[in-house]
């Protein structure tokens, strides 16, 4: 426990006064505090919980205040003399230094912190910048922990966007976004900066069905239909003259999408959102959260249960590579943390309850893996090839101009792969994926895989659905999370109803109620027939 008094000699002015002298810890209630003074105006102060932390700032003679360090119970000889080269960074004569630079520190306040700097999060940035009266009300916080994107599910997906879905919330999400993308730069364009170039693919996704899924099929495209979306059926007599290389045998019926469906580069609209955050003013951090600091008054729901209502009111954000933390103030929380969001929530305290109760209804969001394989096949479908959903659940499309292919296979429940790494299991390829792709293909019966990887899904393992808008009892927790691979897909219009939510507390252009967290506790599951 730190109970020892802090003593700092801090060196000497430009003249050899002591610019700050020594600062004794007192206690005060269940902290300990200190201060130090010197000449010039400069003063520096600590204070922390006797058994927590000590938390350093100094305060300069214009009255702004920086947080210059903190020190945990077993930093305290390792990292002191880093604290005393940091503030004498600041002080009169002192020497500055890249290395006492606190620029990568985020803000000690922000109204909105989103956790999750993938496309999720992005959009839901960008749109509450779009959406906020006045211009710049709104200060918004942007935590990531991984600055490369290197296992972020946004840019290890297929990329593909369709609007053959069976739930009618589904297929309007989809229709707003593909409008977003096929307009990119009318939302996206940044003043004096290149157009934004997504690669937009419009070949549209064919799904074929056996005799048992036919009926299912058929249905769906009826609700397409009525929700505005340009989707044909096709008899496998019709599926062989226009696309003479597939097989139709085993088919009963196919649905193709005319318009606005097909696939384009995840990666250009990340950083095409992100460029474009950056110019409305959105910050942006890397680091890790790690805590949330919350109030709690307890209530009673209709029903006569009691729970305990939480407010989060400050998130820590553990910064990379580093022993260091910043407390963040804030008012609303966004949990865009895809595959982590179920962890990120139970931080808050979601879950943390009686079985069966609201209070202990966790989110159930976590990470599966998906593995993807890169073929070439010179006999291969041509330029014409959509993104082929196979009765099977395979699915394939076309990457490129030089005949090779993308494609892969969601496992069974019993087939489902560690998550613990991204490592790809070939075998899978050769066992679930190739067999159903060359029955429907036969040109794939001589193709060779180039390359693969993984990435995860933010899997909603009560019914493969996206959570959408407020968590009923941590009242300022939002959620833009599980959407169990087709989150790239919707992110524009997921921002932009999380956004509504927030700022007007309802949605205002697609009523996502269905998608909304209190459905995990009542068991009312969202029927998507068509997730892939």
Same mark, same amino acid.
């Given at each position: ?56 700032? *100094? ?138 170039? *997504? ?132 008012? *609303?929380? *966004? ?198």
């Amino acid at each position: 426990m730190l109970r020892r008094s802090l003593q700092l000699a801090l060196g000497r002015d430009v003249l050899g006064r002591d610019v700050l002298g020594r600062g004794l810890g007192t206690r005060r209630g269940g902290s300990r505090l200190g201060k130090v003074e010197g000449s010039g105006g400069y003063r520096g102060s600590w204070v922390a919980p006797v058994s927590s932390f000590v938390t350093f700032k *100094i305060r300069d003679p214009g009255h702004d205040v920086k947080t210059v360090g903190r020190l945990g119970e077993g930093d305290w000889n390792g990292k002191m003399s880093e604290i005393k080269k940091k503030i004498q960074s600041f002080l009169p004569g002192g020497a500055w230094t890249q290395l006492h630079d606190t620029s990568y520190l985020p803000p000690e306040h922000s109204d909105v912190v989103i956790v999750g700097g993938g496309v999720m999060g992005l959009s839901v940035a960008y749109w509450l910048k779009r959406l906020e009266k006045p211009r710049g009300a709104i200060r918004v916080l942007v935590v990531e922990r991984d600055h490369t994107y290197s296992q972020a599910s946004t840019v290890l997906s297929v990329g593909g966007i369709r609007q053959q879905f069976s739930v009618p919330e589904n297929i309007q999400l989809s229709l707003f976004s593909v409008d977003f993308l096929r307009n990119i730069n009318e939302y996206l364009a940044v003043v004096d900066d290149p157009p934004l170039d *997504i690669q937009f693919n419009p070949s549209g996704y064919l799904l074929l069905a056996s005799e048992k899924g036919a009926a299912v099929l058929e249905s769906n495209v009826q609700v397409q239909r009525q929700e505005g979306a340009k989707v044909c059926l096709m008899s496998p007599e019709q599926l062989r003259n226009k696309f003479p290389w597939i097989n139709p045998e085993g088919v009963a019926l196919a649905s193709y999408g005319m318009e606005h469906e097909g696939w384009f580069d995840p990666w250009s609209l990340l950083q095409g959102l992100r460029r474009k955050a950056q110019s409305m003013g959105v910050l942006f951090c890397q680091g890790e959260v790690t805590r949330f600091v919350s109030s709690s008054s307890h209530a009673e729901t209709a029903s006569g249960e009691e729970v305990t209502l939480k407010r989060v009111h400050e998130v820590h954000v553990k910064i990379d590579h580093s022993l260091e933390y910043q407390p963040v103030e804030c008012a *609303i929380v *966004i949990n865009a943390a895809g595959a982590w969001s179920g962890q990120i929530a139970e931080l808050a305290g979601v879950g943390k309850g009686p079985p069966g109760t609201l209070q202990g209804t966790k989110l159930p969001v976590e990470p599966r893996k998906r593995y993807v394989y890169l073929w070439n096949c010179p006999q291969g479908p041509g330029l014409e090839t959509p993104f082929v959903i196979d009765a099977s659940g395979a699915y394939f499309r076309r990457e490129g101009l030089g005949n090779n292919y993308l494609g892969g296979c969601s496992p069974t429940e019993e087939e489902e792969p560690d998550p613990e790494n991204l490592e790809v299991d070939h075998e899978f390829f050769q066992d679930k994926v190739w067999p159903p792709l060359a029955q429907r293909v036969p040109a794939f019966e001589s193709l060779k895989v180039r390359s693969a990887w993984a990435g995860y899904y933010d899997y909603n393992t009560f019914d493969q659905n996206g959570v959408v808008g407020p968590h009923p009892l941590v009242v300022n927790m939002y959620f833009a999370t599980g959407f169990s691979g087709h989150g790239l897909q919707q992110a524009p219009a997921v921002g932009r109803a999380v956004a509504e939510m927030v700022l007007h507390g309802n949605f205002q252009t697609i009523n996502l109620s269905p998608f909304l967290f209190n459905r995990f506790h009542l068991g009312e599951k969202v029927h998507e027939h068509n997730i892939i």
